[in-house]
């Protein structure tokens, strides 16, 4: 089954939500790559508890806003917010990065962990982060993938475009 129709394609293509997901994804990455230096650095050595979690901070920010702008691509694309069929499985997965990010939020917030088990717990959260951008980016090539063999026989992106129609 294509990963998506002419259609889905289109509006894929011509909504500026792609844009903003090509932005944001790659700046949450780098977020994360940095927090991830100073969280470590943080359990290592016992240094940079504030610079930790101001790093964890805005790497939450940056999921929240990709998050949101993420399922208002998908409304546009796909037709409904999250969980839409070619990303059901990223946006379950996704629920569960964003509920260990909050969990992390929750406990700065109320004292509910030490530091270092509040870092832990960012540790987890990224783990589960870069599971889920790995299967961002296997539905990236897949996309890349169904567009290099549709270009290759285009009878047979109508014939999948017509398929899907029904």
Same mark, same amino acid.
Request: charged share 15%.
């Given at each position: ?13 011509? *909504? ?32 940079? +508890? ?9 790497? *939450?920010?940056?999921?929240? *806003? ?35 990010? *909050? ?5 700065? +917030? ?10 832990? +717990? ?45």
């Amino acid at each position: 089954m294509p990963l998506y129709t002419d259609a889905e394609r289109a509006r894929r293509d011509g *909504t500026a939500w792609t844009l903003v997901q090509g932005i944001l994804a790659p700046v949450q990455f780098v977020a994360f790559a940095v927090s991830l230096v100073l969280v470590l650095r943080y359990l290592g050595t016992g240094h940079g +508890l504030q610079a930790a979690t101001a790093s964890v901070l805005v790497k *939450t920010g940056l999921l929240y *806003t990709i998050m949101v702008t993420g399922a208002i691509w998908e409304k546009v694309v796909f037709g409904q917010y999250l969980f839409a069929r070619p990303f059901f499985w990223e946006d379950v997965f996704s629920m569960l990065v964003i509920a260990l990010h *909050t969990a992390y939020v929750v406990a700065l +917030l109320t004292g509910g962990l030490d530091a270092r088990e509040q870092l832990l +717990l960012a540790l987890a959260a990224y783990a589960s982060y870069l599971v889920n951008a790995a299967q961002f980016l296997l539905k990236l090539r897949a996309a890349r993938l169904q567009a290099e063999r549709e270009r290759k026989s285009p009878a047979s992106g109508l014939g999948m475009a017509a398929g899907a129609a029904k």
